[in-house]
Structure formats: structure tokens, C-alpha cells
């Protein structure tokens, strides 16, 4: 029933390990168990996608890594404190884009005399070079997930975990972010831990799909993706991958009785 940091300097094995966690919360009739013993790894510089219906316990998961919440069973250990990402940006508004993700920045210690070049490095990895002193409002949904981006990784963090970030943006944008967060974790080597209810979106990222089963979620199955980077949602190999696993998703919906 806990969670553990690794330090950056210790050789590790996984980004990420949880072993048999277990979580559950009070509820009108008693506890309600929302994961059942879940046992997943993240290898150093891995892409996986946590794939499964609403309601499964996606996001309560990405939580339990992240550190806002413990475990009501088993453990969790990570390399280092993960940064997370929201499918809401977070930023907040009465600060330009690059004073967002300097506040990371001074909150790792950063000192302040470097702040502003690293933000600035950082924008311009995002795509995003000379826009330190936009502000919120200035900025494109796009934009504004590219900003979000940049202030996760001021956290210098070996491990990126994205609750679905992108759901809120038309299909054009969100492909473009998909070409640039597969960009930066090519050129970054983080390791990436993904939720998404979209299975060509969870396809068209990883190197590796988990399907949790709906509530209690379980780990339903596993598909390595073997299909060689750049993707594309439309591309052949991805949508016939996409629908092999939507099938099986339909399964487990089905076999838990909701629709």
C-alpha cells in the first residue's frame, strides 16, 4: 500500500513497476473496488497506452503513479516523481506561457537567474519559440496543450504521465500533437505512461496497448505494437490493429453488462 520514488541517480530496471494494487473507495452501499490487482512495468524509454471504457479506473491509475492518491493495496514504484499531464491544460491565466513553466521550474529549484532560458529552450522543443510572454488567452487549445507539455518536462522527470490530453481538441490538432509528443519522446527517451478511451489514438502512439477491463479494472490484455514510427491514425496497419482490439474492448463491455 504505498508509493515509491526512486532516485534519477539509482540504475533502474522500470520507469514504473506496480505490483498487485488494489484500489478502492467508500461508497453509499460499502467499498467499492475500482482496480483489482493490477501488476504493470513501464521500461525505461517505453511508450505504453492505458486503453479501456469510461469508468474503468484509467485515471484513478495514472493518480495512484502520480502520487495524489495511495494504493489500497499492493505497491507502486517509479524513477523518480513522474510529471503529470491533464486533458485541461492548467495553466494558469494571469501568467505568460513561459512564466507557467518557469513556476515548475522555481518549484524544482531551479535557479531563478536560469529560469527563463530553460523556458524558453523548452517552448521552442514544443514548437513553440517566441511565445515566452503570450498569455493564456493569446494562445490556440493546440497551443495552450503545447505550453502544458513544456511545464511537465521543466520537471525534468524521467516519467511523463498524460491523462488524456488531447481529448478536448479537434481531429486536426490532435493529430498534429500526436506528431509532436511521438517527436519529443523520441528525442527526449522519457517514458511515457498514456490514458486514452481512443483506440486508434492508443494505437497510433505506443510501442505498447494495456486494455484494462471495465470496473474493477484488471488488465484485460496486451498488444505490442510493432508498427514503425511515423504513424498515422489513418494508416493501414494501425486501423486494422485499432479494430482487433476495439473488438475485444466491445467484449469486455458486453461481459460487464454496460453499453
Known sequence: ????????????????????????????????LVLDDISLDVAPGEFVTLL????????????LVAGLDKP???????????????????????????????????????????????AEQLLELVRLKGSYGKRVHELSGGMRQRVAMARALAQDSQLLLMDEPFAALDAITRDLLHDELTRIW???????????????????????????????????????????????IEDAPVAELSLEITEVLRGEIRRHGQH
Open 72 to 118: 489500497s493495496a499492493g505497491s507502486i514504484t517509479t524513477h523518480g516523481r513522474p510529471a503529470l499531464m491533464f486533458q485541461e491544460h492548467a495553466l494558469f491565466p494571469w501568467l505568460t506561457a513561459g512564466k507557467n513553466i518557469e513556476l515548475a521550474l522555481k518549484l524544482r529549484g531551479v535557479p531563478k537567474s536560469d529560469r527563463r532560458g530553460r
Open 186 to 232: 523520441e528525442e527526449t527517451g522519457l517514458s511515457v505512461l498514456f490514458v486514452t478511451h481512443n483506440v486508434r489514438e492508443a494505437v497510433r502512439l505506443a510501442q505498447r496497448v494495456v486494455l484494462l477491463s471495465s470496473r474493477p479494472g484488471r488488465v484485460a490484455r496486451e498488444w505490442q505494437v510493432d508498427i514503425p514510427q511515423p504513424r498515422r
Open 1 to 32: 500500500m504505498s508509493t515509491t520514488y526512486v532516485k534519477a541517480a539509482e540504475s533502474v530496471e522500470h520507469a514504473a513497476r506496480l505490483e498487485h494494487v488494489s484500489k478502492s473507495f467508500a461508497g453509499p452501499g460499502g467499498q467499492q
Open 52 to 63: 479501456g471504457a469510461s469508468g474503468c479506473g484509467k485515471s484513478t491509475l495514472l493518480n
